[in-house]
């Protein structure tokens, strides 16, 4: 069976999970990868900082 890489796509939403989880990500640089993706930054943005899990 021949494995695939990931795709462009796949590949921006992995960097933007990883940005998302350091501390030093600023809420621009989410705003411009999520929009990268296709993905509304505000579901992003709210998912992130409603999330009441989070530690401040």
């Known amino acids: 069976m021949t ?3 990931n795709g462009p796509l796949a590949k ?5 999970y990883d940005a998302l989880q ?9 705003v411009e990868m999520a929009s990268s993706c296709g993905i509304n930054p505000r579901h992003v943005l709210d998912d992130k900082f409603m999330n009441r899990n989070w530690e401040a």
């Open 12 to 16: 921006r939403l992995l960097a933007l």
């Open 22 to 30: 350091r501390r030093d990500t600023s809420v621009l640089q989410i």
């Open 3 to 5: 494995r695939y890489g």
